[in-house]
């Protein structure tokens, strides 16, 4: 619901908040410019009477001093007979250029504020105010969503693309973007008669005045005791006429000044309402405030880019989720299809089911799990078709499941089946699959159908598990999925470097290049297929032959590195390592990448501690070949023996003396010390603990038992600190990538 309420302001409106915000940030140069521009005397150092009597020496025929919110002067005079505008120097009174408003400045604001509309721009830009606030508001909360919690609002977000984009931009724009719309709201809706404006009565016309002599402007007491800071304007009496006045306008009221005595009469402070007023309109102009114009002019800039990047997720997530046909409204399906998806191919088994269920005749609503309702009125069935992800943990799109589970509350007749896609090649096998049929369980409801697990997307054990549900709704269903292959590019293997052969280990660097589509082929195709960028620590994955499902593997290059490098032990038996083993220079495979941008080492110049073992080097020697800055970066690498499984050995040389690395620390378990990582790391303790007291960052690559026993050693030695594993893996400084 709350999505929907940001999404759709935001794509009715994008259009013309682009505009909107785009004219915003150009006025908002404005009040910088005329900053920049204008000569400001200090405080004290010039009373209004010394203003004028400057510039009367200058201009003869002054009838008019104004001061600008940004600090400049104008003197309107008459010279000859003819009206003139001058911008002066307020401490000499000097002219400095005659005072034209900006042409360009003026179209900007007509477009900023009427489109070129007249009455129907103006109220069109109002509404546009208001949906900008809404927008605000809902973004505000879907991001407290996002990050778990108010207090986390400003932490480190995960993501990439476009959502991360759009997190990011908005989590920096959205208190100068709300206070613009909350401002142009009001100024619109004052401008439309909603509400009231604070009307401004002047002092009235004194009943005396003393009709004496004119004195010299410079000696008129009144003014004097005006100080720069505080003036507004000064209109000059009518020439010769003795009965007139100087009307005076500070920043604190109005009144009039005997030209002969310089008696202050008739003043009059401002009203609250019209000091209210003036601030509402330097708070959404930055009139008068420039450092203010800067941050909401900055703030205006993200706008086209988060409407961009919000109508890319809108259109991502509807793509998704299949614009499904026939898709019934969440509050009328009998039948739900909820679907925990990172990489979308669970979709397309969702997409399946939910077209046989209404071949069937069933009311079928079908959405992302984190769009859990609190109720579904209707319902009597739900279906859960989830992956997992990371090391057993929630796919993007079920990230928020378990939490809104707790509002969430089932009608009696409500039975459920869970049904897991996950890789039996991971320990958690479906893990988040278990847990998500466990909670559901708990929470009371009944099962249609005990959980079943899908490895590898195997469509057979699909259709094994619909003829299941066919037998338990009474329906005969006919689930018929093949899942598309992924979109792969031909690689061709250019360099290899092998290792550990001596210790029955072999773990080899393979290197490959994009393959050259020569010939005819290459014209004729239209096929010419490159990889899109990636980083160290994404995922390769591989096509084994036979047609079987992809295998993974952590790159250990980026994309800029020009080559995609991945390291790889052969696995007694294994299908894929021992198939990309086996080639030669030359030959050639089918991949694919997958991005984990979960697993990259943070910005900055905090310490970077990499720990891995055996094949877990690959994308820990990318982080540290990718280090051209010289962060801080140590790395703690376990293998067998230093003689045969040395990976990169050459290259760490390289990288510790052109100081991409910091230090160097490893532990060999068949050589004469014995020793394994965890060693390493717990004689280091010491200054482990001194860098994660200032913030160090852990990221861990290998197998699992070797993760599990990091994992006690650091926990042991961050317990000083009243600190541990769990709390950094929060804060985004304590990343795995396991196996
Ligand atoms: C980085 C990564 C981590 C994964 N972690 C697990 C895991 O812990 N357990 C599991 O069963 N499957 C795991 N998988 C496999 C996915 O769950 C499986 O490929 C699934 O079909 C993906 O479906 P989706 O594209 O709808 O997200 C992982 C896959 C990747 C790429």
Known sequence: MLRKFHRLPGLMAGLFLIVLSVTGAVLALAPTLDRVSAVIPAFGEVSVAELADRVVTHYPGTEQIVREPSGKVIVYYSRDGQAGADLVNPVTGEGIAPYESSAFFGWVKDLHRAFMLDDAGRALAGVLAAFMVLLCISGILLLARRTGGWRNLLRPLSGSGSKRIHAELARFAVLGLLLSALTGSYLSAQRFGFLPEASEIGPTFPAEVSGGQPAPVGTLKALGNVDFGEFRELVFPYPGDSQDVYSLTTRG???????????????????????????????????????????????????????????IIWWQRRRSSGQLPDNAD?????????????????????????????????????????????????????????????DGDAPASAQQFMARLGNFRPGKALTFAVLGFGDRQFPNFCKFAVEVDAALANKGLGRLHGLEKIDRCAAAQFSEWGESISKDIGVPLTLDYNPLPPATVELELVERADYGLAIQAPTSILRFKAAEQGGWTKVFSGNHKTLPSFEAGDLLGVMPPNGQAPRFYSLASSATDGVVEICVRKQPGGLCSGYLHALRLGDRIEGFVRQNPEFRPAKGNLPIILIGAGAGIGPLAGFIRKNTSRNPMYLYWGGRDSRSDFLYQPELGDYLDDLRLTGLNTAFSRSDERAYVQDKLRQDQMALRQMASKGAQFLVCGGRDMAAGVRQVIDDILKPLNTDVESLKKQGRYLEDIY
């Open 253 to 311: 009221g109005s009144g009039f000044v005997d030209q002969a005595t310089g008696e202050l009469l008739q003043y009059q402070p401002r009203s609250d309402g019209s000091v209210v007023q003036q601030w509402i309109v330097s708070l959404h102009t930055g009139e008068g405030l420039w450092w203010l114009s800067l941050i909401l002019g900055a703030a205006a800039l993200t706008v086209p880019v988060l409407s961009m990047t919000g109508g």
């Open 330 to 390: 969440a509050s009328q399906a009998d039948t739900l299809i909820l679907v925990g998806s990172e990489g979308n191919a669970t979709w397309g088994f969702a997409r399946e089911l939910h077209s046989s269920l209404n071949k069937a005749g069933f009311r079928v609503h079908c959405s992302e799990m984190n769009a859990l309702a609190n109720q579904y009125p209707q319902a009597s069935r739900l279906f859960v078709l989830t992956s997992t992800y990371g």
